[in-house]
């Protein structure tokens, strides 16, 4: 059972960092160079280390039923995510031309970005080794599948592109904690403190990225795509209540079953701009996603979290 005022708080907590973020950046202490390497740090450096140092909470007796049955619903969940972007463009009437875009908006989720921090705040540390195995199953598909969206017809990326892709500092880092949860191993106390001090700033870095992304595009232009604001209502909302209504019956793990929705709650991932740009897409249009979905996502996890309780 989720604390519901403690997982508001720790909400309201993130909120505030993506407002000193936007703050910080309209005075000039952020900018695009700081943000470019404030990533790569988080990515490479701080998220690998929360993962990593996560092994500690997660408890051994139903970590391996968690284990499985968070694969096995990160796989589902792209596919999921694929059909609510196909429904979507059907209930919006999508103009065909920004179809393929909407379709990767859908399944190109900021779930390492945001997502782990989030799940962390709300489901304790714990939940970041759970959350880590989502976002690997998803990505198996999304460097295949949710590519070939965006990319021109006749494009082919390989057999091992996907697994390549797959294959980074996070998902190692998962592999590595898997190993240490089962075989019973402990790293040294002051490994572990280093891990966890340094994966504890993973949350306050990437709220502060996040609002540099708010600051970065005008506000007029951005609040102009009228489409948005229903593919985030259903998206990020409506899919993701309904799911867990219907999976509650099924899977055994609440803590799973919470990750998983917010997980799917997540907003559209600030790369989906650069992907549509490199495969000659539109960038505007998954850059004004990103930033509607994810100030949307403030008011939405909360909204979820309440009525995961109350249900």
């Not at 031309?97 to 909407?102: F, K, N």
């Not at 191993?185 to 280093?194: A, I, M, R, S, W």
């Not at 799911?243 to 609440?254: G, T």
């Not at 505007?284 to 109350?310: D, N, R």
Request: a positive charge; charged letters at 10%.
């Amino acid at each position: 059972m989720v604390d519901l005022t403690g997982a508001i708080t720790q909400m309201v907590v993130l909120v505030a960092i993506t407002i000193v973020g936007f703050a910080a950046t309209k005075l000039g202490y952020l900018d695009d160079h700081v943000k470019a390497k404030l990533t790569l740090l988080l990515l490479n450096v701080t998220l690998p280390c929360m993962i990593l140092g996560s092994a500690g909470d997660v408890d051994v007796s139903s970590a391996g039923r968690q284990v499985v049955w968070s694969l096995g619903l990160g796989v589902a969940q792209f596919f999921l995510l694929l059909v609510t972007g196909a429904l979507c463009n059907l209930i919006l009437r999508t103009p065909f031309e920004q179809r393929p875009i909407y379709l990767f908006m859908s399944v190109c989720t900021n779930t390492g970005f945001i997502g782990i921090p989030v799940a962390a705040a709300i489901y304790g540390n714990a939940s970041v080794l759970l959350s880590s195995m989502f976002i690997t199953a998803i990505s198996l598909f999304f460097y295949s599948i949710g590519i070939a969206l965006i990319s021109p017809k006749g494009t082919r990326q390989g057999l091992l592109a996907p697994f390549k892709a797959a294959v980074n500092p996070s998902s190692i880092a998962a592999v590595l904690a898997l190993v240490l949860l089962f075989s019973g191993v402990h790293l040294p106390n002051v490994v572990e403190e280093t891990l966890t001090t340094l994966g504890g700033i993973t949350g306050p870095i990437a709220m502060l990225l996040v609002g540099v992304v708010v600051a970065g595009l005008p506000l007029r232009e951005v609040v102009s795509e009228w489409r948005i604001y229903p593919f985030t209502i259903i998206r990020q909302l409506l899919v993701p209540a309904a799911l867990f209504v219907a999976l509650r019956p099924i899977v055994p793990d609440p803590t799973v079953l919470g990750v998983f929705t917010v997980m799917f709650a997540m907003p559209t991932g600030s790369m989906a701009s650069m992907f549509a740009a490199q495969y000659g897409r539109d960038p505007k249009l998954p850059a004004k996603g990103t930033i509607l979905t994810t100030v949307a996502s403030f008011a939405i996890i909360p909204a979820l979290i309440l009525f995961m309780t109350l249900v």
